[in-house]
């Protein structure tokens, strides 16, 4: 990893882990029969079947001695002598393919069976439709943001990560659970159209990566990652319709796991790959008995947001300066510095500075609430708010910036309390939840929703990560320089030129 990832890093990821019996390993494009068919060489018993065929352990190992390798979407798979996909033996292989590995009974990588829909590169979604899918995610967010931030200490959160993970789980609820978390998300288009929506979110997101490249400044770049997984119990009835919804507008299918035989094992395969979609800034994101042997669907969102500023602050322009914090107490922090053209606001009880970053299609916001102002703002915050704030800006103002260097982790915390509060009462409930657009006997519900996340920034840029889980269960003449010395509790938001909030935050005390 690069000096510039070591410094700074943030980002969100989304899982969500429903639990009563959701997936198993005959679930696959089109529920038919698969069952499992005793312990693999390997240990993992019962490897399910992919796209609802059947599927069974071999006896012999893959070269490189990984036992009992799936075999490909729509076949029968065996543990042969062959490798799998991509000569990774006993590896998971593409979309739609089986594969397990390990030793002496544990699992070391899920299988994963998906729908035969194709995902849509082109979603339907319409020009006046998106604008307000994507000001709804943000009222959403910032609804929770809300609720976390009561407690006046550092927060990092995505809404992105968190709204994501819902909404896969939102594709399976039935009557007043789909009510309830409808109006928790704030959503009020057809379901095909929000799922659409959610889709055109990834592939903007997607878009906006630019390659390292040199500039008079440096090495510059933006990686912006969104990876949607599900994670099922082996040999539970997944709908065929939901697993269609995954494909097609999540780009996900079902990665096969065994809850009931080896509930932290299975925890720890799913912590290990948000780990690694988030550059290991993401760890241990479903704590201890997160998952227990009733779990049975596990849903996630990983983001991952790495980019440069625009216009790098000097490193030996950065010296020791003091943050008051929330609590009264001074703290000594590393303060940057630079004088340049910023967009900039001011308001009453506040200013505003917007600090792009390379492409100048992503950027942080930083409101500063005036001294003894920052809990009157901060509870005065909604998306028309912060839209209008943000529309005050001025084309370019020179502002002469000081900002601390800052990096903290926040979570794994649950996303349960504040959800309830949102009206989103049912879905936690059994036997009240109703999820039977997953599996039709109602037997799903949530028992919880994690979220994690990672926020760093220092003179280069920032990097930031995060993770969200939800766990069913069964169950003219120029005027001088403007000052914006950022020495006091402030909020951040990284922001897509959408208007999408990917990360929100408050530092109450920039020492950590």
Known sequence: MSVLSNLFAGMGIGLCALGLVACSSSSGSRAEDGTGAGAATGGSPGAGGSAGQDATGGSEPAPGGSPGAGGSAGQDATGGSEPAPGGNPGAGGSAGQDATGGSAGVQSVAQEARSDVPYDATPDISEADYPSFVSHTNDFGLDVFDQLVADDTNVVFSPVSTAVALGMTYAGARGDTATQMATALHNDLPDATFHAAQNQLAQDLASRNIAPHETMDGTKSVRLSLVNAAWAQRDYPILPGFLDILSENYDAGIKLLDFIADPDGSRQIINQSVADQTEDRIEDLIPPNGILTDTRLVLTNALYFYATWQAPFLIEATNEGVFHTLAGDDVTVDMMHDTANYQYAEGSGYQLVDLPYDGDELSMTVLLPRAG??????????????????????????????????????????????????????????PIADFTGIESTRELYISDVFHQAFIAVDEHGTEAAAATAVVLTAGSVPDPPIPFTVDRPFLFFIRDTTGLILFAGQVVDASG
């Open 373 to 430: 102002s920052f809990a009157d703002i901060r509870d005065s915050l909604s998306d028309e708010w912060l839209s209008d704030a943000c529309a005050s800006l001025s084309p370019e103002s020179e502002i002469q910036l000081s900002l601390p260097k800052f990096s903290f982790t926040w979570g794994t915390e649950s996303l349960k309390p504040a959800l309830e509060q949102l009206g989103m009462t049912d879905a936690f409930v059994y």
